[in-house]
């Protein structure tokens, strides 16, 4: 499929289920797919598993362990693997240790470090130097916290799956959710807000071209959407403030699984000859699990618009990648009583996390 027809199949929603969306440069980036249906053999493998290993130091103790294993195309995997849980589940950086491996039918061995690894179905195995399995772990599938959260009253509804008034040339996928490359008819200061997206699985793609979004807060500032499942989490990562400032975690769920961002955002303050004295300010939930607290941001970030007082609209970057959102409403902080609609309960940065 060419660049052109690529972006007017993605803008027209001409998508159809169980088919697999190609990118504009297929010899580079590999079949997009956007169903689990649809996926190639490897997406079964790919996620996250949790479960518990024998301690090396001292065989008769067993210790939380979990796996994140991506799909690299055509049989080749890489996995990140961490003790006390998953990020957002126990977690704490910096360790983490690497592993990359291959599938051979229904199988997928890993290797790296002191333990290699064989995925069978839904049970990962660890096993020592001597072939004996010294730990397990079963796949299983996290949901955010704040998943379907209902907007409260007194929320400005943008997007509920009946229609895309809200949004400039807003199209629906195939399945009913709202694509990429729009932006809202209203423009917004100060809110508080709750979206959900879903990134599609491309393996042969790698970095940006990995299921590329974003929402631009103001058209200035943008929240990276990408898939980083099982990455490091750097600056032009998922959760990013784009080339800004990295999450405090990277917590990207794997792709085709629903993910959830909740942004507190307030815009930058300046006085009245237009000098600015206050940085914007941002804490963002990912999946429900605080990646950014209060952070300051001292200017626009990437290919945004200059700063400035007035309101702008919200927009969700187009990317050439069928990434579709859901669920999205908003409170806008300017308006008269807006302090009393309830906003949803979050933990504060330091404190444990939900998402299980």
């Known amino acids: 499929m060419t660049r052109?027809?690529?972006?007017?199949?993605?803008?027209?929603?001409?998508?159809?289920?169980?088919?697999?969306?190609?990118a504009a440069e297929e010899a580079k980036d590999g079949p997009t797919y956007t169903s689990r249906d649809a996926a190639d053999e490897d997406y079964q493998f790919q996620g996250e598993y949790r479960g518990w290993q024998r301690s090396l130091s001292s065989p008769r103790s067993s210790q939380s362990v979990a796996i994140q294993v991506v799909a690299n195309g055509q049989g080749e995997f890489q996995a990140a693997k961490y003790y006390d849980g998953l990020p957002g589940g126990g977690w704490q950086p910096p360790s983490r240790f690497l592993l990359k491996g291959t599938r051979s039918g229904h199988i997928v061995r890993l290797t790296g470090g002191?333990?290699?690894?064989?995925?069978?179905?839904?049970?990962?195995?660890?096993?020592?130097?001597?072939?004996?399995?010294?730990?397990?772990?079963?796949?299983?599938?996290r949901i955010s916290s704040t998943m379907g959260a209902k907007p409260p009253q007194g929320a400005i509804v943008l997007f509920d799956g009946?229609?895309?008034?809200?949004?400039?040339?807003?199209?629906?996928?195939?399945?009913?959710?709202?694509?990429?490359?729009?932006?809202?008819?209203?423009?917004?200061?100060?809110?508080?807000?709750?979206?959900?997206?879903?990134?599609?699985?491309k393996p042969l793609a790698r970095g940006q071209n990995r299921g590329n979004s974003g929402f631009y807060l103001l058209g200035r500032y943008e929240v990276q959407v990408l898939d980083s499942f099982g990455l490091e989490g750097i600056e032009n990562e998922c959760g990013s403030l784009y080339r800004t400032k990295r999450p405090d975690m990277n917590l990207c769920l794997p792709p085709l699984q629903w993910q959830s961002y909740d942004i507190d955002f307030t815009n930058a303050q300046f006085d009245s000859s237009g000098k600015k004295t206050r940085n914007m300010q941002i804490s963002i939930w990912h999946n429900g699990v605080p990646i950014h607290s209060a952070a300051?941001?001292?200017?626009?970030?990437?290919?945004?618009?200059?700063?400035?007082?007035?309101?702008?609209?919200?927009?969700?970057?187009?990317?050439?990648?069928?990434?579709?959102?859901?669920?999205?409403?908003?409170?806008?902080?300017t308006q008269p009583g807006s302090e009393s609609?309830?906003?949803?309960?979050?933990?504060?940065s330091?404190?444990?996390?939900?998402?299980?």
């Open 4 to 22: 052109l027809a690529c972006a007017l199949a993605m803008m027209g929603g001409l998508l159809t289920p169980g088919i697999p969306v190609f």
């Open 296 to 333: 300051s941001i001292p200017n626009k970030t990437g290919a945004g618009q200059p700063e400035g007082p007035d309101p702008r609209s919200i927009k969700l970057q187009e990317h050439a990648n069928p990434v579709v959102f859901r669920n999205i409403w908003l409170i806008d902080k």
């Open 341 to 348: 609609i309830p906003w949803l309960k979050l933990p504060l």
């Open 162 to 201: 009946t229609g895309v008034q809200h949004w400039k040339g807003g199209k629906l996928s195939a399945e009913g959710d709202l694509q990429q490359g729009t932006e809202t008819n209203a423009t917004f200061a100060d809110f508080r807000l709750h979206a959900e997206f879903m990134l599609p699985y």
């Open 350 to 356: 330091g404190a444990p996390t939900p998402i299980d």
């Open 114 to 141: 002191q333990y290699d690894c064989e995925i069978e179905g839904s049970q990962l195995r660890v096993v020592d130097g001597d072939g004996q399995v010294t730990g397990v772990l079963e796949r299983v599938e």
